[in-house]
């Protein structure tokens, strides 16, 4: 999606909700930053190659596209748009600042510290992230007493914009509308938000990691997969009918909907999820947990 496009929803939600005009300054920062690295990102050459019938295969069988490909990242970009957002991060505030310090402290990009001194290295991070590992991340915060929502949110804006590169590539050769998993048939990565399309108000869920969108059942918890009408439900704010949460009874979790039926502008899925931040508090206060990888309600 264009970074203009982006902008400009993000001014308009800017307007109709001004209680988020610090987290939507910041992810803008974010976007803007990405969209300048993405232009100088070398990856063609590292393109994972898959066959035809593998791809039609895997889409099958419910396997993403990506899981258990070899590919590459173009190291020194993501590692230079890494050190870009941590500045970003440390500027919001000083608790974000000493998070961050801690996170540069330890996740180090030169051989010499990593020999010296039991640290993490960015390279085998950024892959293990590229590669939909993210227990990796869990693992390390543990570890290394790191705040791991802030690791989460480094690490994946990071190597997002080649991930979105690489999946953009895939898209054409794979058929979606055969798919029926209930995360994204590129990556893997659970969906930030879905939207019902059209006046029979089919679901087209939208992937939080490589931007890829896909269509899915319309009932259906895109966490457990459960698909029994007595344990699905969903409700609204009185006020916004346009938005809604969708909760699924058996695993505990959530999935935020937009009716575009209801909409006048066009839908930007990152910026859908920051305007519905009151949704994701009003879900958690219910003890229910968002489906997406990362929340902007934890910023
Ligand atoms: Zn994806
Ligand atoms: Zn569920």
Known sequence: MKLEKIKLRINSIRTAYPMYDELLTFFEKIVTKQDEFKQQIQIESSFPDIEESKVKKKIEAGIPLLEDEEFELDFPSTSQLFDALCEITKAQNDKLRNEVQKIERTVKESNVDLRLKSLVSREELFRKVAHNELDYIDKISDEFSLNESVLTLLTLNSVKPSIELIAHQLQDSVDIESWS?????????????????GEEGRRILFCSFCSTDWQGRRIMCYHCGNTDHQTLRYFYTQEEEKYRIDVCDKCKHYLKTLDSRKFDGEIVPSVEDIAT?????????????????TSAAHF
């Open 277 to 293: 931040l009151h949704l994701d508090i009003l879900a958690e206060g219910e003890n229910y947990q968002n489906v997406a990888l």
């Open 181 to 197: 998993g209930i995360s994204c048939p590129i990556c893997g990565s659970p969906p930030v938000i879905s939207e019902l399309r």
